[in-house]
């Protein structure tokens, strides 16, 4: 049983930062890819960024690329996502996700609850 648990969510202003934790348990990631996404009400779940667990290769969707930063913890099973720079329209769930990478939802194969980031403008 794969279980992964986000934290860090929560309100912040215009220009500021946050960085989200995501707390993965139950088996080795060596062969996943892990990722996180975000959705607002009333609209599919986008794509934010991945990252490949044992190699670090990383990817960003162009509306974070330069403002946020993945990176991951081999040792302590933990995915981070660094969020600097923030704007009102980052302002949703955010998800982290593990399996076969990339943008699309349906390639990963287990999901976290989610954590709601709201960004004041």
């Known amino acids: 049983q794969v279980q992964l648990v986000e934290s860090g969510g929560g309100l912040v202003q215009a220009g500021g930062s946050l960085r989200l934790s995501c707390a993965a348990s139950?088996?080795?990631?060596?062969?996943?890819?892990m990722g996180w996404f975000r959705q607002t009400p009333g609209k599919e779940r986008e794509f934010v960024a991945a990252?490949?667990?044992?190699?670090?290769?990383?990817y960003y969707a162009d509306s974070v690329k330069g403002r946020f930063t993945i990176s991951r913890d081999i040792a302590e099973n933990t995915l981070y996502l660094q969020m600097n720079s923030l704007k009102p329209e980052d302002t949703a769930v955010y998800y982290c996700?593990?399996?076969?990478?990339?943008?699309?939802?349906?390639?990963?194969?287990?999901w976290g609850q989610g954590t709601q980031v709201t960004v004041s403008s």
């Open positions: 990252i490949s667990w044992i190699g670090g290769s990383t």
């Open positions: 139950g088996r080795t990631f060596s062969s996943y890819a």
């Open positions: 996700a593990a399996g076969d990478g990339g943008i699309l939802p349906g390639a990963y194969n287990y």
